[in-house]
């Protein structure tokens, strides 16, 4: 799923309308690594900063009703 604020123009790159052109290699592994990292729930989040992605963010979750000690370890 993706969400935009109200601030944010095509693509995610703020008001200006610039938008994210491209993602350099290092990155595209940055995001894949989180991905891979979040199991069967899980949120990645792109931030971008004039036209370039400035952080990921990752949030896991989990679900309570298969949920066994020890497994947000």
Do not use: C, N
Not at 15 to 32: A, N, P, T, V, W
């Amino acid at each position: 799923m993706v969400t935009r604020s109200s601030e944010e123009g095509p693509l995610g790159g703020g008001s200006d309308g610039r938008g994210l052109q491209f993602l350099e290699k290092r990155e595209i592994r940055m995001i894949d690594e989180a991905l891979g990292k979040l199991g069967e729930f899980g949120e990645v989040r792109l931030v971008v900063e004039k036209g370039r992605l400035r952080y990921v963010v990752t949030q896991r979750s989990y679900d309570a009703l298969k949920w066994s000690p020890g497994q947000m370890a």
